[in-house]
T-cell receptor
Framework: EPEVTQTPSHQVTQMGQEVILRCVPI?????FYWYRQILGQKVEFLVS????????KSEIFDDQFSVERPDGSNFTLKIRSTKLEDSAMYFC?????????????FGSGTRLTVV | KNQVEQSPQSLIILEGKNCTLQ??????????LRWYKQDTGRGPVSLTI?????NTKSNGRYTATLDADTKQSSLHITASQLSDSASYIC??????????????FGKGTKLSVKP
């Protein structure tokens, strides 16, 4: 069964450093998403992406965050200057269509630890 | 505000026993409700999806119910197995997105199945 692949599985970074989280969505999917889950909290929406541009973003997704689809397969989330409160699991997801009935396939996540 | 509340927060049961997890939501406009299973350190995996007109949906030992009038859903697990130990997340899909995105997540119920 097709999977969404995320790398690395765990990243430790110092506060103030830039990090890039990488995702390879399912190949025929057109819509891409980033979510995050702070330890013990619920999964929160960050951003959705379609046709090489952001469709929607949450209040969390401020100027420190950016997304990019640099080639035909990768989808990245960049945090420019990490803060302690950015420590969380970051999940990438993709879907073929954007209708509410469409299934989202989630990756296994990247655990980001900011020290 | 769009919210999904789940109970209990955590649950411990013996292998072979049944259990029921609850979900209440205040999400509009409502499109569908999904139950996800999330193993520790992994991304959520969809178990069931229910639309407004569906009352019950089964997937093997998992049976989900939906009461759209009272905005409540339940997930019943029969004959539990050790591999059922995970977090079970109730997710309501909105017809429209916005800053919260299409998917509104509950905090999950952490289920532990003991031998």
């Amino acid at each position: 069964e097709p999977e969404v692949t995320q790398t690395p599985s765990h990243q430790v970074t110092q506060m103030g450093q830039e990090v890039i989280l990488r995702c390879v969505p399912i190949s025929n999917h057109l819509y891409f998403y980033w979510y995050r889950q702070i330890l013990g909290q619920k999964v929160e929406f960050l951003v959705s992406f379609y046709n090489n541009e952001i469709s929607e973003k949450s209040e969390i997704f401020d100027d420190q965050f950016s997304v990019e689809r640099p080639d035909g397969s990768n989808f990245t989330l960049k945090i420019r200057s990490t803060k302690l409160e950015d420590s969380a699991m970051y999940f990438c997801a993709s879907s073929f269509v954007s209708t509410p009935e469409s299934g989202y396939t989630f990756g296994s996540g990247t655990r980001l630890t900011v020290v | 505000k769009n919210q999904v509340e789940q109970s209990p927060q955590s649950l411990i049961i013996l292998e072979g026993k049944n259990c029921t997890l609850q979900c209440n939501y205040t999400v509009s406009p409502f499109s569908n409700l999904r139950w996800y299973k999330q193993d520790t350190g992994r991304g959520p995996v969809s178990l069931t999806i229910m639309t407004f007109s569906e009352n019950t949906k089964s997937n093997g030992r998992y049976t989900a119910t939906l009461d759209a009038d009272t905005k409540q859903s339940s997930l019943h697990i029969t004959a539990s197995q050790l591999s059922d130990s995970a977090s079970y997340i109730c997710v309501v899909t909105r017809l429209t997105g916005g800053s919260q995105g299409n998917l509104i997540f509950g905090k999950g119920t952490k289920l532990s199945v003991k031998p």
